[in-house]
């Protein structure tokens, strides 16, 4: 019960951030809104104000605001329909939901870094065997405080430090242990890894993971701003080229994409592990579905901007019939994406290949 709560909550912030978006778009240039609704289906709640009617319905996988005049065969001429705008206006219109949930992303972020996250502190939990760790006398329950002088709180700042010294001989650790100070030089072990995008790439390590030791770290205002920044920009960064990735063949869409039943098993997931582990998923699928919607796919809100793009610069847009070809045949290559996407997620996260137990892997980019 817990896990569908809080997958509703999830899409229904999705939804209503990115509708809001279209919505107060629209009214800021002038066009009549007739419909916001939040789901599909039979309506569980209906009012209407100011010629607009508000309803939310009984499917939550999805939403949509209907605005007068927003396709050529309902198109009278009226200054207060959608078609009686500008390319630039209908543009403006379009770009606001993913904008809205653009923002809503980089608030959560901002949030997050300012309410307090969870986060590994710098004591080892583990020591591997045939890595210079162990070799060097790093036992369990030691704290790392610096590392080559720069000084550490965190295991993954530990763990930036140490995997960007790939090429480096040994590097020197400076080790709480009880009342205790050493200085350990330690040496790497260089080792090739798939990173986030699937690519091969050479990492240090020296063979220890982090204890269970967690604590909550916060900033200040305006440098969980800053932080948020960051982190948007990353994840923004991140995206685009796994999509590049994906397009030239380089990365699996099957491992990488993620539908509805996916994001389930994920907001379940997180829902166990805290409101800021729900708030970060919320974040991150804010922006990616943002960054998603604006690509130049047919259906899509990019695509719908590109087609307003075209018409700026023909003169004219595209007849309705044309249109109407472009939209059957892009939703029915969503369609087929949805079903395999949906396939890929049963196998993925209700399959039998779900890995079972918590043993560590030596090799595993998790330690350093």
């Known amino acids: ?49 100011n010629n607009t009617e508000y309803s939310v319905n009984l499917i939550p996988l999805g939403g949509y605001v209907k605005m007068a005049g927003d396709s050529q065969e309902e198109y009278h001429g009226n200054p207060d329909e959608y078609f009686y705008k500008t390319p630039r206006q209908r543009a403006g219109v379009i770009f606001m939901g993913p904008l809205l949930n653009y923002i809503l992303g980089f608030i ?73 100070i050493y200085y350990l030089n330690v040496k790497i072990r260089e080792k090739a890894v ?38 948007t920009l990353s994840l923004t960064v991140m995206t685009y080229k796994a999509f590049w990735r994906m397009i030239t063949g380089n990365l699996s869409m099957r491992d990488s994409v993620t539908g509805p039943l996916g994001i389930f098993y994920i907001t379940s997931q997180a829902a166990h592990l805290g409101p800021i582990a729900l708030l970060h998923l919320v974040a991150v699928l804010s922006i990616s579905l943002a960054i998603f919607n604006l690509l130049p796919f047919p259906v ?21 019939k044309v249109e109407r070809m472009i939209t059957q045949a892009a939703m029915t290559a969503l369609l087929l994406l949805v079903v395999l996407v949906t396939y890929n997620d049963i196998v993925r996260f209700f399959g039998n290949k779900i890995p079972k137990g918590g043993q560590i892997n030596a090799d595993s980019p998790a330690q350093d």
């Open 1 to 49: 019960m817990i896990s569908l709560l809080a997958f509703l909550f999830v899409l229904s912030i999705l939804i209503i951030a990115h509708e809001l978006g279209h919505f107060f778009a629209a009214r800021s240039v002038g066009v009549r809104v007739e419909k916001l609704s939040l789901g599909f289906g039979p309506a569980l709640f209906r009012k209407k104000n």
């Open 108 to 180: 959560c972020f901002w949030f997050i870094f300012f309410a307090g996250y969870p986060t590994l502190t710098n004591k080892i939990g583990g020591v591997l065997d045939g890595y210079g760790g162990k070799a060097a006398g790093i036992e369990v329950g030691d704290k790392i405080t610096a590392v080559d002088g720069k000084k550490v709180d965190f295991f993954e700042e530990i763990q930036q430090i140490i995997q960007s010294k790939k090429n480096s001989a040994e590097v020197q650790l400076t080790v709480e242990r009880g009342s205790q």
């Open 194 to 231: 798939d990173d986030n995008l699937g690519k091969k790439r050479s990492i240090g390590l020296i063979g220890i993971t982090p204890a269970d030791e967690i604590i909550s770290v916060r900033h200040g205002i305006f440098v969980s701003l800053i932080l948020a920044g960051k982190k």
């Open 300 to 320: 899509l809100d990019g695509g719908h901007i590109l087609l307003l793009f075209i018409e700026k610069i023909r003169g004219k847009g595209i007849s309705a």
